[in-house]
């Protein structure tokens, strides 16, 4: 029983081992130029004087659930497409061009409603 715990330990160890390593040299030989710049807090690539009533635009969440929703049904296809090759099927197959075009149709829509213009 634990015979088959023993790759992932012998994983994780030298997980940890290397990681470790690579954080020690780097504090060991990295180079230590600090200035006001490196010390302040970076914020997801928005300056850091920006005030906490600072607020993003529904645009930017639009944007961010439409990308999650395309990437998810487009991990749906793997699962679909080692079927296909695996059986052959035509039926898939088909069924995998109906939902594509249904996703690029729903593209299209998001396209003309102006949902994937940044503004």
Same mark, same amino acid.
């Given at each position: 029983?634990?015979?088959?715990?023993?790759?992932?330990? =012998?994983?994780?160890?030298l997980g940890i081992l290397v990681g470790g390593a *690579?954080?020690?040299?780097n504090g060991i030989i990295g180079?230590?130029?600090p200035?006001?710049?490196?010390?302040?807090p970076y914020e997801c690539g928005l300056p850091s004087q920006v005030q906490r009533t600072f607020r993003f635009g =529904?645009?930017?969440y639009m944007l961010a659930m439409l990308f999650i929703l *395309?990437?998810?049904e487009v991990v749906f296809l793997y699962p679909v497409g080692v079927l296909v090759?695996?059986?052959g099927s035509i039926f898939l197959l088909v069924e995998i061009i109906?939902?594509?075009?249904?996703?690029?149709?729903?593209?299209?829509?998001?396209?003309?409603r102006g949902a994937l213009d940044w503004k």
């Open positions: 029983m634990l015979q088959s715990y023993l790759p992932i330990l =012998v994983f994780a160890t *690579f954080v020690l040299l180079p230590r130029k200035n006001k710049v490196k010390i302040e =529904v645009s930017f *395309f990437d998810i090759s695996a059986a109906i939902f594509v075009v249904l996703l690029m149709t729903a593209l299209v829509f998001v396209w003309a």
